[in-house]
Nanobody, 126 residues
Framework: QVQLVESGGGLVQAGGSLRLSCAASGRTFSIYAMGWFRQAPGKEREFVAAIRWSGGSTYYADSVKGRVTISIDNAKNTVDLQMNSLKPEDTAVYYC???????????????????WGQGTQVTVSS
């Protein structure tokens, strides 16, 4: 099992920045990639960004590309999501997720991720 705990959410004005962090513990050697997803009220969970656990490869949703950076610190087993130029439409609960599946590509489908954190609220005011 892998346990994931997110932190860093909060309230920020439009144009501001937030840095989310996800701490992984347990059988982290089984992780192939990490992802960040978000879910706004009344909407489906959507992909934000992903990174290979070994580092290097990243992938971003078009809606956040250029404003968001995902990074990993393997020494600390943490994955961060730096979000800049935030917009009100970025308001959502943000979830960290981990997948064991070595598909060779970074997947964006929530169902392909095996472990999830509890989520952290991000609210962007206009």
């Amino acid at each position: 099992q892998v346990q994931l705990v997110e932190s860093g959410g909060g309230l920020v004005q439009a144009g501001g920045s937030l840095r989310l962090s996800c701490a992984a513990s347990g059988r982290t050697f089984s992780i192939y990639a990490m992802g960040w997803f978000r879910q706004a009220p009344g909407k489906e969970r959507e992909f934000v960004a992903a990174i290979r656990w070994s580092g290097g490869s990243t992938y971003y949703a078009d809606s956040v590309k250029g404003r968001v950076t995902i990074s990993i610190d393997n020494a600390k087993n943490t994955v961060d999501l730096q979000m800049n130029s935030l917009k009100p439409e970025d308001t959502a609960v943000y979830y960290c997720a981990a997948t064991r599946g070595n598909t060779g590509v970074l997947v964006t489908t929530p169902d392909l991720y095996h472990y999830w954190g509890q989520g952290t609220q991000v609210t962007v005011s206009s």
